[in-house]
């Protein structure tokens, strides 16, 4: 019986690390920058997932400058505060914040057509 009992396999789950410990994948914190198509021609550019201790106002004052475009900041339930943008702002605002030093290039994730 021992020799059965040995090629039984047992119960292996192949999540059970990736759900004990918090492996690196999930840990790392992105900004997603994307682009949503309003009527016609018109798109807005959303900005979230930047760090809760930025002044999302004073990031929104230089942007606007900068692109020359209108913006507001929305407070939404689920993402916290996103920055919209009027306009397709991706890459001049991802450029903007690797230059600034508030966020890294790796952790910039850009969405949209």
């Known amino acids: 019986m021992s020799e059965l009992d040995s090629q039984i396999p047992t119960a292996f789950d192949p999540f059970a690390d990736a759900n004990a410990e918090d492996s690196g994948a999930g ?3 992105y900004v997603h920058i994307r682009v ?11 900005v979230q997932g930047l760090k809760k201790e930025y002044s999302y106002s004073k990031i929104l004052k230089d942007l606007k400058k900068e692109f020359c475009c209108n913006g507001t900041v929305v407070q939404d339930s ?8 009027q306009g397709d ?5 991802s450029t903007f914040l690797v230059q600034a030093g508030l966020v890294k290039k790796d952790n ?4 949209g057509f």
């Open 78 to 85: 689920e993402l916290g505060q996103v920055i919209q943008l």
């Open 27 to 29: 840990t790392k914190e």
């Open 108 to 111: 910039i994730k850009i969405h």
């Open 36 to 46: 949503q198509q309003r009527n016609g021609r018109k798109s807005l550019t959303t």
């Open 89 to 93: 702002q991706r890459k001049n605002v």
